[in-house]
């Protein structure tokens, strides 16, 4: 009996030494991955800083992909999550490195961490198949009908189709991440075309079946093999990071320069997934992308298709090293800097130019220097900014004005009357005869008339007093005044040029001050003051596409009338202005007048009632006739030079 129960027992520790034995290069194998994984976070934590941070952390029933991206946003690491892996934490860290969190999680959840640059990737690790002791697959099929039954549980579905092919005959491919994949299924007396689907289908498995092949693969990675089956497929996607159930939609990916898509209300997020993995595209979400999008887009590229699905929202993409990175618009791995230099526009003031809707999201640096502006901020933004610029940086016309100013004057003065009077000593006679009479008599000279009358006999007038004195004035001065100027203005289509001409006149001015001190005193202070009379052309032009000029013009012209209200009292003006606002061809001149002016001014004085009657006012009358004329004609002639 005693024999029989040792035999037993040394069987049984025989057994489990082999089991100890077996599963001891598993064990070293875990080790060493979780190893590895350090080594690679140590390496990586040189260019990453973030992974040696100390952080605080507390997670009850928290999925393991809103965990790992709080660490992310926390830490600025760039974290991918698996999306089919369901696991929820429920742990608290106090003064742990990133680094040792990530490895706790690998060992814990039998996780893997997957570095790719600056990249790190999270998915459930798959461990080796080890056979522990001998298994039978019951494979059979039928020699006359080649139907077959198959009946797994736990099978390698490496050696389940090694041994199908074997049996068979028919080439049987499976996709690489399948390697160690255990699968289960019943199957009994069916094709081998129904038996491989059912065993895909029971095993959570995508089946195709080709002219001399079949595959099989996991359609959550690889959905483009079933759409180059079928072309435009309509499925059911899996879950997202960020997404939420998964909504059914239309997309067919052909290549990254032909894709097309049908989706209705859909969270861009799930759609960026289904047609990236669909491309093959490498990329990176830094953000939760929950906005609702509807596209409908036939044969477009990848970029296109990013710049569709994220218009409108406050997220964008930029690539790098074939990596797309798609998130907000202002976080600082989509930030790009670029410097738009303007060809032929001055950079000065052209931001103010850019619509406030464009530079809500980015910044802007005007750079004279290099006639450029400085852009930083969402690369969709600063193409949209770019091609903007590009539409108005154009040759702008500059137009060179000539002005040709021709002012007018013409007027005479007509002076007639005889005065007399007693002046406070006597006067001599003195004065002209030609071209007009202007003469002064004096007493010696009138009285020698007087003599001459008296010697008629018919008149005693007697004589005047030695002071007396008479005037005789018969004049007319005519004059006229042309002058001409030709100034010529040059400005950039839509600014002002303007021409001034400043006349200036001075008069006197005088003031008292008292200072009363002990005694009083005044003191007077003469300042002389200056008056300016301005002539002033201002001209815009605007050019239009056929070459056609609008000028809008301005003219102010003020001038000094001669006349003064005393000798020390400011001279009296006249202003005279206009506003038009014309159309002219190129080179075409144009004349501005309707500025005239005429003045008439009469003045006499005489003996009453003797200075009206005909022939005798001539005698007992002084009068003063002054006119004037004045015209101001401006010719403008406009040249568009590029």
Known sequence: MKSKQFTSFLSFFLWFTGLLLMLMPLTLKCQDRIESISNQLNVLSVDVPGLDRAVELSASKMPIQEFLRSIAIANKLNIIVDPSLNLTITNNFT???????????????????????????????????VDVGPKSMKILVDSTTGRITMELKNDSLCNVIHAITSL??????????????????????????????????SNNLAFTAKDDYYIIYDERNNPSSKQSQSGINSTTKPASVFGPAPVPFQYQVKSLNDISLNAQNIQ????????????????????????LVTLNLNHVSYEEFLDHALNGTKCAYRSENDIYLIGERDQQGLRTTNVIKMKYRAINDISKVIPDK??????????????SIIVSGSPSIINEI????????????????????VDFQNGYTLSTGISGGIGDKPVTTKGTVGPGVDITLGASSVNSIINSLNGTGLLNLGKVSSNFYLSLKFLEDQGMVKVRSTPKLATLNGHEAEMKITKTQ????????????????????????????????????????????????????????????????????????????????????????????GRVKESGSGFPVLSRIPILKWIFSSRDRTKSDSRLNIFIKPTIIY
């Open 95 to 129: 003064d742990v490195t990133v680094k040792d969190i990530l490895i706790f999680l690998a060992k814990s959840y039998e996780l893997e961490i997957a570095v790719s640059g600056k990249i790190l990737t999270v998915s459930k690790y798959n461990a080796p198949v």
């Open 168 to 201: 068979t005959d028919r080439n049987i491919i499976f996709t690489p991440e399948l390697q160690n994949r255990l699968v289960s299924v019943f199957v009994k007396d069916d094709s081998v075309n129904d038996a491989l689907e059912k065993l895909a289908i």
């Open 268 to 291: 861009v997020i799930e759609i960026i997934n289904a047609v990236s993995q669909a491309a093959r595209v490498n990329y990176f979400v830094y953000s939760e992308l929950k906005d």
């Open 506 to 597: 001075y008069y006197l001015e005088e003031t008292s001050q008292i200072f009363a001190n002990a005694s009083t005193t005044q003191t007077k202070v003469k300042q002389y003051k200056q008056v300016n009379a301005d002539f002033a052309v201002t001209l815009t032009p605007n050019v239009s596409s056929d070459n056609q000029i609008t000028l809008q013009i301005k003219v102010d012209q003020s001038d000094f009338t001669g006349t003064k209200l005393d000798a020390n009292a400011p001279p009296d003006q006249v202003t005279r202005s206009f506003t038009s606002l014309i159309r002219v061809k190129n080179e075409e001149m144009i004349l501005l007048g309707g500025l005239d002016e």
């Open 386 to 405: 770019d091609y903007f610029l590009q539409q108005i940086d154009e040759v702008v016309p500059l137009v060179m004005i000539e002005v040709i100013i």
């Open 358 to 371: 464009m530079k809500k999201d980015i910044t802007l640096q005007e750079f004279p220097d290099l006639n």
